[in-house]
């Protein structure tokens, strides 16, 4: 499975935008990028995923690089509740089997400061 | 509302003891999945299932077992084999099959072993 690097952690201000990197330099053409967070003590949540376009939704945006060897996941507006860590994470959507397994590192801790 | 449950929240048991995790589902899935969550980490796959009385395991199944009779459940039995079954379990669901996309998490069980 090919990799994500993403920093250990990151901090910003309540109501501030918020870019949290992730590497994927060894993505292959099929891998979509996920995004998922999880709020201490609770299982993950799913915030956003995509395969080539930038992608919006009500919780985020997803910003991919040209090469895809990078993207990022933007925050617009930081709130208190926002306070997780994100997880970056390829999928080859175009593989069965074992394939449908999500594969979590250790994602980033992200702070928000009041 | 449609979800997946996961009970108890917390569980406690003497070492030597198999314990059944239970995992429902009422979102009419297919696939369904067992993770485990030990502090500061990222979640590892323990067993999946893409189908009714079908399983598969995933990255870290010594001492575990699963069984998939029905479509909406899919229960998870630590064994006393399992050197170190203390952890935070986490099920998951999704649709299966090519680009399915989000997976949906339960809020887990957090088992601890005295």
């Known amino acids: 499975d090919a990799k994500t690097t993403q920093p250990n952690s990151m901090e910003s201000n309540e109501e501030e935008p918020v870019h949290l990197p992730c590497n994927h330099s060894?993505?292959?053409?099929?891998?979509?990028i996920h995004w998922y967070r999880q709020l201490p003590s609770q299982g993950p949540e799913y915030v956003i995923h995509?395969?080539?376009s930038n992608v919006n939704n009500r919780m985020a945006s997803l910003a991919i690089a040209e090469d895809r060897k990078s993207s990022t996941l933007i925050l617009h507006r930081a709130t208190l509740r926002d306070a997780a860590v994100y997880y970056c994470?390829?999928?080859?959507?175009?593989?069965?089997?074992?394939?449908?397994?999500?594969?979590f590192g250790k994602g980033t801790l992200l702070t928000v400061n009041p | 509302d449609g979800g997946i449950t996961q009970s108890p929240k917390y569980l406690f048991r003497k070492e030597g003891q198999n314990v059944t995790l239970s995992c429902e589902q009422n979102?009419?899935?297919?696939?369904m999945y067992w993770y485990r969550q030990d502090p500061g980490q990222g979640l590892r796959l323990i067993y999946y299932?893409?189908?009714?009385?079908?399983?598969q395991k995933g990255d870290i199944a010594e001492g575990y077992s699963v069984s998939r009779e029905k479509k909406e459940s899919f229960p998870l039995t630590v064994t006393s084999a399992q050197k170190n079954p203390t952890a935070f379990y986490l099920c998951?669901?999704?649709?299966?099959?090519?680009?399915?996309?989000?997976?949906?998490f339960g809020p887990g069980t957090r088992l601890t072993v005295t």
């Open positions: 994470i390829l999928r080859d959507e175009n593989s069965g089997g074992s394939n449908y397994k999500l594969t």
């Open positions: 060894t993505i292959s053409g099929t891998d979509y």
């Open positions: 995509g395969l080539t």
């Open positions: 979102l009419n899935h297919d696939a």
């Open positions: 299932s893409q189908i009714v009385n079908d399983f």
């Open positions: 998951a669901s999704n649709l299966g099959g090519l680009g399915s996309g989000e997976q949906y």
